[in-house]
């Protein structure tokens, strides 16, 4: 059976996380004996591009994209032709069951047509699913217009899961049930990870001792945090985002390889981030970490997901980061009991989604 996959997932994001919960899904539903096919869907902008920002957008794809759309090409193989609202309907001859999800598909800010990731395109003949969904935040701010729609679109899903507590209430509000299920990554074992990184002769050995840190905001509050705590520790500091480079009066960063930054986090001695999926994989990796609550970009996922597993202690503000002057001790026999229970409802889940 084709499964059509509607997620964030374009190569030109640069988004460690988006690829590799898309890579997580696709793989799932291969090792379940389904045909998994990445709805290639594009926002459309109507925008004239100057000369200034086309030569940016060359320099960032040498510096940056080139290895996200390689890892896509060579894992993420089976796709549909470019996607637009317009022709979205299209889709429904040649895909049997339709999954939207995971990551912050339902957040109104990223998805400018929202109602689509709803699968408004999709006819009421094809069964519909939603897989570790996430409004981003724990209340669902859309104009009044979009919620009404919203509220009768979510009704012809025939299953429902979402990634956060916070989203299970919003669905309750909505008029629907959700159940709760893990972010697709812990879908995989780490060995799946690690094979990556072997299949891409990522062999880095790194002499120093270091601290890792992946800020999606660098505030110097942050950056400043961490080389004190790196001092105190004699460690250096690695930003697993990448070398920094002026282009075309804006800094951008050149983006290791999907596999390095796997590699970058497996060999670190402690993560320091605010991103989601930077802490799911120092999950996964077993490595010690601390997560900056980052109000810009929403707490309510990361409150979710280290609540569930029994490591909100991990989840500081700023107006604590004076309490840490070493690396924290994490029991992860008692973080994995936790998550092999959640793993086996999410994958039931999705099995039983899939059936038709």
């Known amino acids: 059976m084709k499964i059509g996959i509607l997620t964030h997932h374009y190569p030109e994001n640069r988004n460690y996380g988006a690829m590799l919960q898309l890579f997580a899904t696709y793989t799932t539903i291969l090792k379940l004996g389904h045909t998994p096919v990445v709805i290639n869907y594009k926002f459309t902008e109507d925008k004239v591009e100057s000369i200034k920002s086309l030569t940016r957008d060359f320099i960032l794809t040498h510096l940056g994209t080139q290895p996200f759309i390689e890892f896509s090409n060579k894992y993420l193989p089976n796709k549909t032709n470019e996607v637009t609202s317009s022709c979205a309907k299209e889709l429904n001859s040649s895909i049997d069951l339709f999954l939207v999800g995971s990551d912050q598909v339902w957040r109104y800010s990223y998805v400018p047509n ?213 690396i924290p001790e994490i029991d992860y026999n008692v973080v994995y009991e936790k998550l092999a229970f959640l793993k086996a409802n999410s994958l039931e889940f999705l099995k039983e989604g899939l059936r038709t």
Not at 144 to 150: F, Q, T
């Open 114 to 326: 929202l109602e689509d990731f709803f699968f408004s395109f999709v006819d009421d003949s094809h069964k519909k699913i939603s897989y570790a969904a996430s409004f981003g935040l724990d209340k669902l701010n859309v104009p009044a217009k979009v919620l009404e729609r919203v509220k009768e679109l979510i009704k012809r899903f025939d299953a429902i899961s979402v990634r956060e507590t916070s989203g299970v209430k919003i669905c309750e509000e909505l008029g629907v049930y959700a159940q709760l299920v893990l972010d697709p990554v812990f879908l995989l074992e780490e060995e799946e990870y690690l094979k990556l990184i072997k299949n891409e002769e990522i062999f880095t050995r790194v002499n120093d001792r270091y601290i890792a840190h992946m800020l999606l905001d660098d505030y110097s509050g942050n950056i400043n945090f961490i080389n004190n705590l790196a001092s105190k520790m004699n460690r250096k500091v690695f930003d697993l985002k990448g070398i920094k480079y002026p282009i075309v009066n804006r800094i951008t960063n050149k983006l290791y390889s999907i596999p390095q930054w796997l590699n970058f986090i497996k060999n670190s001695e402690m993560i320091i981030t605010d991103s989601y999926h930077c802490v799911a994989f120092c999950i996964i990796l077993k490595k010690p970490f601390i997560c900056i609550a980052n109000p810009n970009r929403g707490m309510a996922r990361l409150e979710s997901l280290l609540g569930l597993l029994g490591l909100k202690h991990l989840f500081v503000t700023d107006a604590e980061y004076y309490k840490i002057d070493q």
